[in-house]
Antibody
Framework: EVQLVESGGGLVKPGESLRLSCAAS????????MHWVRQAPGKGLEWVSYISASTSYKYYADSMKGRFTVSRDNAKHSLYLQMNSLRAEDTAVYYC??????????????????WGQGTTVTVSS | EIVLTQSPATLSLSPGERATLSCRASQSVSIYLAWYQQKPGQAPRLLIY???NRATGIPARFSGSGSGTDFTLTISSLEPEDFAVYYCQQRGNWPPSLTFGGGTKVEIK
């Protein structure tokens, strides 16, 4: 079964750090671009970050630049999001999602076709 | 930055009725638009990619159309399980950032 499972969420104080993990199974993880997407309580979806299949390229939404770092370990089929200097407005459910399929150096976008169940991050004093 | 505007914000319909959801982009995204369904407490589910291609396992009552700046998601005959929030999404060419629309809630009338 193709699956993504997030972990690492919790309650932290403003300014603190947290590291989220996303474990992939059922597919060749190293062949896919991965994204983090978040959803604040009662709000819509907000893209957080992108990481290429080979880890060569990483991109972030403007409000996360310099505070969040995305990484992946293809040998461990895992995706990570290191979040530093957390703010109250970072409170959200964080999802990892599978993006482009890459093969032979060519990537094809079929939408975010696999999502994890989400992990909740609460930033509050 | 491309902005996606979804309308209406809320659609009140009865089971069996046809639902038409709109997504407008602030500039052309060609056909590179996807649609997702999200139910309370659940992760989003991909319905449509490249404006009109149904994702694996998505029923035929869901269809997408459009190109450029104007897109439509149509649910031909609403089933009870279709009442949910729907989001459109596009991806920039490079850098590959994603943008989501604000969502349309389809509720039972």
């Amino acid at each position: 079964e193709v699956q993504l499972v997030e972990s690492g969420g919790g309650l932290v104080k403003p300014g603190e750090s947290l590291r989220l993990s996303c474990a992939a199974s059922g597919f060749t993880f190293s062949n896919y671009v991965m994204h983090w997407v978040r959803q604040a309580p009662g709000k819509g979806l907000e893209w957080v970050s992108y990481i290429s299949a080979s880890t060569s390229y990483k991109y972030y939404a403007d409000s996360m630049k310099g505070r969040f770092t995305v990484s992946r370990d293809n040998a461990k089929h895992s995706l990570y999001l290191q979040m530093n200097s957390l703010r109250a407005e970072d409170t959200a459910v964080y999802y990892c999602a599978r993006g482009d399929h890459c093969s032979g150096g060519v990537c094809r976008d079929y939408g975010l076709d696999v999502w994890g169940q989400g992990t909740t991050v609460t930033v509050s004093s | 930055e491309i902005v996606l505007t979804q309308s209406p914000a809320t659609l009140s319909l009865s089971p069996g009725e046809r639902a038409t959801l709109s997504c407008r982009a602030s500039q052309s995204v060609s056909i590179y638009l996807a649609w997702y369904q999200q139910k309370p407490g659940q992760a989003p589910r991909l319905l449509i990619y490249d404006a009109s291609n149904r994702a694996t396992g998505i029923p035929a009552r869901f269809s997408g159309s459009g190109s450029g700046t104007d897109f439509t998601l149509t649910i031909s005959s609403l089933e009870p399980e279709d009442f949910a929030v729907y989001y459109c999404q596009q991806r920039g060419n490079w850098p590959p950032s994603l943008t989501f629309g604000g969502g349309t809630k389809v509720e039972i009338k």
